[in-house]
């Protein structure tokens, strides 16, 4: 396979104005008829004559130029082409093909999910349904017709507005879609079944009247609830803070069971992954609540950010990705809680993209080249993304921000456009040079900060001496500094916010956050009238996605948990003190916890003016994976132990004040998604946990008793993993009975699936191998192979990474098994091998091995040969 790259992009030859298709729908084999208008892009730089589509796995069956049929010698069909020679400047072109969802194992194109059909056409599934030029600068105005048996699919959709249906004389019906707005094709979507949907409206603030419809399988009608609330609260929140009205008469939502990703924005008829879609209190977690509620805003919000305003090719997949996620992560911050959004967000952030950029598939929010574009749905081009787009509004400030966001959605209305489109729009918006600012576009790696600060009594000055380093990644050895906003603040003694006045300044800033913008590979700044050394809060609210390094002692973090006022801090501060008490137990088991620690935690327990679910996060001990992002070599065993002590130490010393916040947050009334309520149900059950591993027998009874009892299902699953953890008789009775009630549902069964996957116990990939073998597991289903194979490989790092190799074993095993039915999922998989630089010598060619032998398999995918081949250069 061969890389595409960024600078051979050309403007299409051709573009297509109108696109009328017709589907004679079958899961065992479709036709589908095509007729598209070409004509020759004035903008084209060069042309032969020619008109290459792109088109995969399709069975040709006619083809006519302006409405006569060509001869064979007029066309070649390849494999992942259709060529026309001799073709005029403008001209139409008619084709059928014949293409077989029900043996479509990829779940690109058209496919049958379950009873139904569905397609997925980002980011090249669209040449699996029909000849064209699949690339998002050509987009086009698209009707389709879709004809069905009306008994089997008696719901037919596609995007725009439904303008005519009939019945036929053999059983079938037929229904008719227009979409007025112009369209690239991986937009396009068509969904074909037994459905019914759940209905509403909205009006927009223009006075428009908009009919919502949510559709799913008939038995799962009352899980919508809140999906379409959700809904609701997004459309009017895009109204109000970026001024986007929606802009069809109709929007659909359906919810499909088989699918890749999360969920797909195309134009007015979204589809999802239903994990994003049902949830009722006892089926849904409020992680899945929180998650329908930000993917249903994201998929919407798209409506402008991909939809009016697309790609010009797919490296700008940042473009759309990058901001979509920021506004997807302001709407909630917006409608939960701002501060535990923030920490949720860089809490991903560091998990996922500082990985990432510290591996062989490092790459820059818009990269330069890759082989299968699949494989760049990455942390870095979503979240990392999404950190660029937030400094630059940072930069702005909210109202300029506004201003420039507004030129970008009326200059670039209609248009695929690039990442540099979007900069220039800020620019031309704000009046700043942010021309150094595009580095953050073009380099690949995470910037490390190191500050150090000082404190001169005789002129009361306060000296931070800045350093920016980015370590290379592959291709990129030398990297320039970067330009980016660093917030402040410094703490006196009293822990209040100081004014700050930089050197040279004429006044001082109001006590508070100050943004410094960093440009130079070193930098000092000055900071003077300070009465005495002052305790600095650096990075404030996480102003830039970079590491931070810098000279505290545990007791200035100590001070900085109880007194910062930016909450993100505080938690921030938590995290780094717990991570040094934990990596020193790692180097030693028997060194010491200081008593200081207990007492804060304690102070913290105590507080009741506290934001609960703020507090959670506070008191949360840093993730095993995380804590070996930290270490020089990854000590699997280490990590695991020393965190399993530290759990299990808090909750010998702080039993009573455990116990007390887990009764003052028991289940009250029924079930609410507030943050309120959820900050609640998230410290009974952290309590819970900690209890839990201090062997506490009245905990244990809790537990069981919670698991029995409780009327929601973040408290029941928290229940049930602490028991699975556990072990026993207890776990397998929670387990079975969990089976029992149900195994009917099946997103509730991924759930039975993967607490069982990421439990650290020693017989865990022995349990995971005989789970594949459960008649309720099949690798065809992509939310059950991530429930089970994923949560094992990705979630539980003490047994995957179990010295003898075994777990790596697993992993290859599956995916050579999953790559000639899913190359997408397969290819996630490989992932989790890539970063086996990070481990000791013994787990490094134990990895390397098993990535080895994937490539020698003979018609591997591109996709997992991609990742494979990247983690061995
Ligand atoms: N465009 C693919 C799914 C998403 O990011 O919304
Ligand atoms: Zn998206």
Known sequence: ?????????????????????????????????????????????????????????????????????????????????????????????????????????????????????????????????????????????????????????????????RVASDDLDDGRHRVRWEDPFPKPSYLFALVAGDLRAVEDSFTTASGREVALQIFVEPHNLDKCDHAMRSLKKAMRWDEERFGREYDLDIFMIVAVSHFNMGAMENKGLNIFNDKFVLARPDTATDVDFDGIESVIAHEYFHNWTGNRITCRDWFQLSLKEGFTVYRDQEFTADVASRGVKRISDVRVLRSHQFTEDASPMAHPVRPDSYIEINNFYTATVYQKGAEVVRMQANLLGPEVFRRATDLYFARHDGQAVTTDDFVRCMEDASGRDLSQFRRWYEQAGTPELHIQTSYDEATRTCSLIVRQHTEPTPGQPVKAPFHLPLAIGLLGPDGRDLPLRLAGASSPDAPGTHVLELRQAVETFHFVDLPARPVPSLLRGFSAPVKLSFDCTDDDLLFLMAHDSDGFNRWDAAQTLMQRLLLNLVEDAEAGIPESFFDAFRRALRDEASDRALLAEVLTLPAESYLGEQMAVVDVDGIHRARTTLTRLIGERLRDDLLAVYRDNGESGPYAFTPE?????????????????????????????????????????????????????????????????????????????????????????????????????????????????????????????????????????????????????????????????????????????????????????????????????
């Open 1 to 161: 396979p061969h890389p595409i790259f960024l600078h051979d992009y050309q403007p299409p030859e051709f573009l297509i104005d109108r696109v009328d298709l017709a589907f004679e729908l079958d899961p065992e084999q479709t036709m589908v008829t095509a007729r598209l208008e070409l004509r020759r892009n004035p903008a084209a730089t060069r042309g032969d004559g020619t008109v290459c589509l792109h088109g995969e796995q399709l069975e040709l069956e006619w083809i006519a130029l302006d409405g006569h049929p060509l001869n064979p010698v007029d066309y070649r069909v390849e494999r992942e082409s259709l060529t026309v020679q001799r073709v005029p400047d403008r001209f139409v072109l008619e084709t059928q093909v014949r293409i077989h969802p029900a043996h479509n194992t990829a779940l690109e194109g058209l496919y049958q999910s379950g009873d139904m059909l569905c397609t997925q056409c980002e980011a090249e599934g669209f040449r699996r349904i029909t000849y064209f030029l699949d690339r998002p600068d050509v987009m086009a105005r698209y009707s389709a017709t879709l004809i069905a048996d009306k008994t089997r699919f008696p719901v037919l959709l596609s995007n725009g507005n």
């Open 677 to 873: 309520a959820v900050g609640r149900r998230a410290l009974k059950n952290l309590a819970l946990g900690y209890l839990m591993q201090a062997e506490d027998a009245e905990a244990l009874a809790r537990c069981q008793a919670q698991f029995a009892g409780a009327h929601n299902m973040t408290d029941v699953m928290a229940a049930l993993r602490l028991l699975v953890d556990r072990g026993g008789l207890e776990s397998r009775q929670a387990l079975d009975e969990f089976y029992r009630r149900w195994s009917g549902e099946s997103l509730v069964l991924d759930k039975w699936f993967s607490v069982q996957a990421t439990s650290p116990r020693e017989e865990t990939l022995t349990q995971v191998i005989q789970l594949m073998r459960h008649p309720d597991f099949s690798l065809g289903h992509p939310n059950r192979v991530r429930s089970l194979v994923s949560a094992f490989c990705n979630l539980n790092q003490v047994r995957f990474h179990a010295a003898d190799g075994a777990g790596y074993r697993f992993l290859a095993d599956r995916v050579l098994e999953l790559d000639p039915l899913n190359p997408l999922i397969a290819s996630r998989l490989v992932k989790s091998l890539i970063r086996w630089r990070r481990f000791d010598p013994g787990r490094q060619a134990l990895m390397r091995a098993e990535i080895a032998r994937i490539l020698e398999r003979e018609d591997i995918s591109k996709d997992v040969f991609e990742v494979a081949s990247k983690a061995l250069d």
